[in-house]
C-alpha cells in the first residue's frame, strides 16, 4: 500500500531579479520510480541565463553593503520557511528525486541547520591585524566578490545546493543556482520560493532550471561570463574537470567537489555492530547516490567471514520499490543511464570472477542492496565510481595494506576506519588520501561548519564554515600611515 501520494508545484517559471519568469518552453521533469511526469520545468537557454547574471550584479553592492546582522537575519527567515514547508520539499525529495521518504525528512532538518550556520558566520571574524614594519594600521580583511554561479547536482539536492549558496550568499555574495535538470525543482526553484518568501532582495538570489539540452550552453554562460567572479560545482568528476580547466583559464575561483570511490576499513579489533551498520548506511542509503558512500569495504582477514554474514544479514532486511511506499528504503536510480552504468559494472564484474554474496538484481532503475566479493583491480568496479546500492567487500592483512588498497583510485574524498585502537585509527587516518577521514564511523559525515571537499580527482577546494568563505571572498590588505613612514627626501 502506497504511503504518500505525488504532490506536484506549481512552478512559475525561473526566478530572476526577484521575479518569476516565463521560458518560451518547458521540459518534462521525471518520476524516477515509475517513469510518469511529475511536473513541468522552465527551460532556460542563455539570454535567461545573463538576465540572472545582470539581475545578480546589480543587486550586490546594495547587498554587500548591507549590515552584516541584517544579512543573518535574511538566512535565519529562510531556515523557518524551509521548516515550515518541510512537507512540500520531502514530497519532492521523493517524487523528482527518488529518495526514500526518511531522506527527504533528514535533509529537512539538515538544511535550516546549514541556513542558521551560515547567519552565525556573518558574526565571526572577517580578517585580522597585522605588524607594520612602518607602524600602520595593517589589516587584512576578506570581502565578498561578487556574482557567484552555482551549479547543483540531484542526490542530496537540496543539502548540497544550500550548501554552496548559503556562506557564499551569508557573506554578501549574489548567486545564480542552475539545479540539475534531473531535479529542478527541490534542487532550486523550491529555494527561490523560500526565498521570495523570506523578504531576500529582489536579484540577489536567482534561479534558472534548463534541460538536459540546455545544460552546455547554460553552464558554459555561467563559467564563462566575466561577471561571474566564481562557480561552485557539485557533480560528476568528467564534468567538474571541465569545469575547473575553464576556471582556470578565467583565472576565476572555483570550488569543486566531485565523485569518490571511498574505503570502509574494518580492523580485526572492530565492534561488529557498529562496522555492520556503518557499512549498511554507508552502502546503501539514498542507494549508494552519494558521493561519500562506501564502495569498498575492506576488512582484516581474521574477521572477514564475521564481518559479511553480518553486512549480508542487515542488508538483506533493506525493502526495495516505488517510494511512495515509506517501508522501501531502496527507491529507483535517478534515470536509465545510471542504471545501465551499474549494470554494466556488475556483469562485468561475474564476466572476470566476482561472486554475489546478496542481491545482484536489476529490474528497470530498480537495483536490490548489492555486496559484491571476489573483486580484483582488473574489474571495472574496483575502479570506477558505482554510485548505486553496490558494495565491495574485500580483505586485507597489515594496516599498510590496508591503506595502499584505501589509495589505490583515482578518487579521494572520504574515509572510514572502524576499530577500538583509537590511536591505530588515526595513524591510519593521517595516510589515507582523503580530504575527510571518519574513526568508527561512516564514510558519509557532513556538518554545516566543517570542512567538506576532497583531494586528487574528488575535487578543488573547501565547503562549510569558514572555509566557504574562504573559497568565495577575497584577501585585501588595508593599511592606515600611523607611523610617519618618509619618502626619499629625492621625491
Known sequence: MLDATPTAPNIKGCYINGQWVQ????FD???PSDGSVWTTAPDAGVAETRAAIEAARAAFPAWSALPFQHRAELMLKAADVVEKRAPDYVNAAQFEGGGWYGKGVYETKAIPGILRAAAAVCYAPIGEVLPSLQGKVSTAVRVPMGVIGVISPWNAQGILATRQYSFTMAAGNCIVLKPSE???????LFFAEVMEEAGVPPGV???ISCSRDNVAAVGDEIVDNPTVKGVAFTGSTAVGRRIAAKCGAH???CCIELGGKDSLIVLEDADMERATSAASFGAFMHQGQICMSVEKVLVQEQIYDEFLAGFVARASKLKTG??????????PLINDRQAARVAHQLEDAKAKGAKIALGGGVNGRFVEPTIVTDVTPDMDIWRDETFGPVAIVTTFRTDAEAIAMNNDTEYGLSSGIISRNEQRALDIARQLENGMSHINCSTINDEAHAPFGGTKAS??????GRWSLESFSETRWITMERGGKQFPPVF
Open 182 to 188: 534531473e531535479t529542478p525543482y527541490s534542487g532550486g
Open 23 to 26: 521560458t518560451p518552453s518547458q
Open 29 to 31: 521533469v521525471m518520476n
Open 322 to 331: 516505488d517510494v511512495a511506499d515509506k517501508s522501501n528504503v531502496i527507491g
Open 251 to 253: 583565472l576565476k575561483k
Open 459 to 464: 575535487g578543488i577546494g573547501r565547503y562549510g
Open 205 to 207: 538570489f536567482n534561479v
